[in-house]
């Protein structure tokens, strides 16, 4: 299939919809192209359903509230009071947004209570809710007493049980996302998890190091650099390692938000190389790294949105699966 | 117990779609709209009658407002493989090399999952298990969060717009609970869309592909009647003529849970090592 000529049009040419799926370089060359049929190029699975930018959004905010909160329970034990304070303030603002953004995203927001009806393992969007609530009231509470001073005991328990709980935040929206049958988020769902931690890491890392003076500013820095690292190798994977439809994850307007987090990750880690010394740069690099994590997650979103969008990306992996252990289809 | 985890009280029900002997009416689309009280549905959202030019199919896809489908397919074939109805015609005898058309007509429906992503991943409960092992919404439940839409591998349930609800066929819950037979297999005039016991649809089913194949339609198969797919067989099941993408099914869709266990793992490995870098974070500043 031509790029140029885009795969709708292609494939609607008639109803047996012949498409050649494009191979990543590294297959080039020992498969053929992979042949596939389709209904008038129709997709076969609906896209998904929540709204942009509602849900992207709602994985950069938990992401960075959900690393804030940990970081803020460990420098308060390590008496950086500073790095607490701003870990504290972005684990309830950011969670508290993250919430309001879930809302706003559902069919009928007054019933959003109905998520807490009932805990379903089965349901990654079941097991969120029950992090997510207790998480951003744990951090509520933790952010009203470091306001108003009162209750400084239980404000300090309640912010250190939403550090335990800062990982899972990091991490559970993208089994949330794998868990579906939308190409590019299932058949990346090994690396998701990774790319989401690394994520979480230097989003927090990247508010730290916008609001936290240079001399609190070093362990913000370590946690970016490695959130840096495990992005950058999860996302490579995801672009290189899931066959025909690591395509999704390369090219349009996916690729495009991907390729700029890549570049702002990277100036982010470098900018922050100097945060100890330079405010100047520390700030840079904080905002380098809260932008990063915004075009990461809409590309990660928009990939899955593409993978959708087009019946190759759902008919070749199962081909190629049944061709390896033979027919389901009797 | 079931596979899908009802006690063996009442049989469990579903749809054979006999795809072979559909002749496009469309009366199972009606007979579903009328009696479930779906909205007018087109493309566009609006409720307006759109013409997709996709032969007689101006329906589409599945959707919240389509719970029947048929799709049209026109296939070139030789023409000696079209059956002569003894048409008048204009002209010469059609030569032997001359190319005719064959018509693909299939009604389809959600397929009622043994293994139902859907219902799997929905958050509330809105999604259940009946009695008869099929899949359904409660609408007083769901509140609109939409990740049954992406989770099922067949595109077949979806938001309704101005509703924010999700929505798909019932087997008509309502009917059959009466001992009726759903609107489409009652309005289907064909007998194309069988209702009745699975057990017994998936042994008709086996008869009516072996009758195919002894009268020279060997492209004939059945899809979703065998309990060791990905889903674990479905409680509608096609008799189709050609493969499954053609009629823009999936050819070997899984239940997305399936890789649930793994993906939780893979998710609190990574959380570990979260934590992991926040402390080493916190450790190697101190030096």
Redesign the interface.
């Known amino acids: 299939m031509s790029r140029a000529r885009g795969p709708d049009r292609d494939q609607q040419r008639s109803a047996q919809g012949t498409g050649r799926a494009q191979p990543s370089r590294r297959e080039r060359a020992m498969v053929e192209p992979a042949e596939f049929r389709s209904y008038y190029g129709r997709p076969i699975v609906k896209e998904p359903a929540w709204e942009q930018p509602d849900v992207p959004l709602y994985l950069f905010l938990g992401g960075a509230a959900g690393a804030s909160a940990s970081m803020a329970a460990m420098a308060r034990v390590s008496d950086l009071p500073r790095l607490a304070r701003a870990g504290t303030l972005v684990a309830a603002g950011g969670s508290l947004a993250s919430v309001a953004a879930l809302i706003h995203d559902l069919g009928r927001p007054e019933r959003f209570l109905y998520m807490l009806r009932v805990f379903k393992p089965t349901s990654p969007l079941s097991v969120g809710s029950w992090i997510l609530a207790p998480f951003s009231g744990l951090a509520t509470v933790s952010t009203v007493s470091l306001l108003t001073g009162k209750l400084r005991p239980i404000g300090t328990l309640a912010g250190n049980a939403a550090g335990l709980l800062g990982p899972a935040m990091c991490t559970y929206t993208a089994v949330l996302l794998a868990d579906t049958a939308t190409p590019a988020w299932h058949e990346g769902r090994r690396e998701l998890p990774v790319l989401f931690a690394g994520s979480a890491a230097t989003s927090g890392a990247g508010a730290a190091l916008l609001l936290v003076p240079t001399r609190e500013v070093a362990p913000a820095r370590n946690l970016g650099l490695a959130g840096a690292a495990a992005e950058v190798v999860a996302e490579h994977r995801l672009e290189h390692n899931l066959g025909v439809v690591s395509e999704t994850y390369r090219h349009g307007r996916a690729g495009t938000l991907l390729k700029a987090g890549k570049a702002l990750t990277a100036v982010g880690a470098g900018l922050s190389l100097l945060s100890t010394r330079s405010r100047v740069a520390s700030v840079a690099a904080g905002a380098a790294y809260l932008a990063a994590g915004v075009c990461t997650r809409f590309g990660v979103y928009t990939a899955g949105v593409a993978s959708s969008r087009d019946p190759k990306y759902t008919v070749v992996p199962q081909r190629e699966r049944m061709a390896q252990h033979g027919s389901a289809v009797q | 117990m079931s596979e899908s985890g009802y006690a063996d009280t009442q049989p469990r029900m579903g749809f054979f779609t006999d795809t072979s002997v559909c002749i496009g009416c469309k009366a199972c689309e009606v007979a579903c709209k009328e009696w479930n009280l779906v909205p007018a549905s087109g493309s566009s959202g609006d409720g307006e009658m759109d013409l997709l030019g996709?032969?007689y199919d101006n329906t589409?896809?599945l959707?919240s407002n389509s719970w029947r489908h048929v799709?049209?397919?026109?296939?070139q074939v030789p023409a000696s493989r079209v059956d002569n109805l003894g048409m008048p015609t204009i002209g010469a005898p059609d030569q032997q090399d001359e190319t005719g058309v064959r018509w693909l007509m299939s009604s389809d429906v959600c397929k009622h999952c043994t293994h139902a992503?859907c219902l799997?991943?929905?958050?509330?409960?809105?999604l259940f298990r009946t009695e008869f092992d099929t899949v359904v919404v409660q609408p007083d439940?769901?509140?609109?969060?939409?990740?049954c839409?992406?989770?099922?591998?067949?595109?077949?349930?979806?938001?309704r717009e101005d509703?924010?609800?999700?929505f798909k066929c019932t087997l008509c819950y309502d009917r059959i609970g009466d001992g009726l037979e759903p609107a489409c297999a009652k309005a289907c005039p064909t007998e194309s869309i069988q209702y009745g016991e699975l057990d017994v649809l998936r042994l008709r089913a086996a008869e009516r592909k072996q009758e195919l194949h002894a009268d020279g339609v060997t492209e004939a198969?059945?899809?979703g009647?065998?309990p060791?797919?990905?889903v674990g067989g479905t409680g509608a099941f096609f008799l189709?003529l050609d493969?499954?993408?053609?009629?823009?099914?999936?050819?070997?869709?899984v239940v997305?849970?399936r890789?649930?266990p793994?993906?939780?793992r893979?998710?609190?490995?990574?959380?570990?090592?979260?934590?992991a870098?926040?402390?080493?974070?916190?450790v190697?500043?101190?030096r």
């Open positions: 996709l032969s589409g896809d959707g799709a049209f397919i026109e296939q992503a799997d991943v929905c958050p509330t409960g809105a439940i769901c509140n609109g969060c939409g990740y839409v992406p989770a099922c591998p067949y595109g077949v349930i979806e938001k509703d924010g609800r999700a198969r059945l899809y009647e065998n060791d797919d990905g189709l493969e499954p993408e053609v009629y823009g099914l999936p050819p070997d869709p997305t849970t890789d649930l793994g993906m939780w893979r998710a609190g490995a990574a959380a570990l090592g979260v934590a870098a926040v402390v080493a974070s916190f190697g500043a101190r």
